[in-house]
Nanobody, 115 residues
């Protein structure tokens, strides 16, 4: 069973930066798309950003121009570079990888933006 290993969360001050990583336990090419979602306390899980196998990206309006999603095929890893972080970005961030037959989730990593 494929696993998605996430890392990079933590506590950062407003205006700071973090980079999240997501590494699947099988080839990244097995998935049509990968993405990052987040869930804040009392709120529904929402899409943050996603990238398909061709490199096309989509972002939530709230993170455009601040976050960048990318994938390094040689390292078999997807990244989310988060800049200019705001308190409202505080949430558990989940990695997702999917194709036509399955959708796989990571365990989640906490991002807290606070002074």
């Amino acid at each position: 069973q494929v696993q998605l290993v996430e890392s990079g969360g933590g506590l950062v001050q407003p205006g700071g930066s973090l980079r999240l990583s997501c590494a699947p336990s099988e080839s990244i090419f097995n998935f049509n798309a990968m993405g990052w979602y987040r869930q804040a306390p009392g709120k529904q899980r929402e899409l943050v950003a996603r990238i398909n196998v061709g490199g096309r990206t989509d972002y939530a309006d709230s993170v455009k121009a601040r976050f960048t999603i990318s994938r390094d095929n040689a390292e078999n890893t997807m990244y989310l570079q988060m800049n200019s972080l705001r308190p409202e970005d505080t949430a558990v961030y989940y990695c997702n990888a999917n194709n036509r037959s399955r959708s796989v989730w990571g365990q989640g990593t906490q991002v807290t933006v606070s002074s």
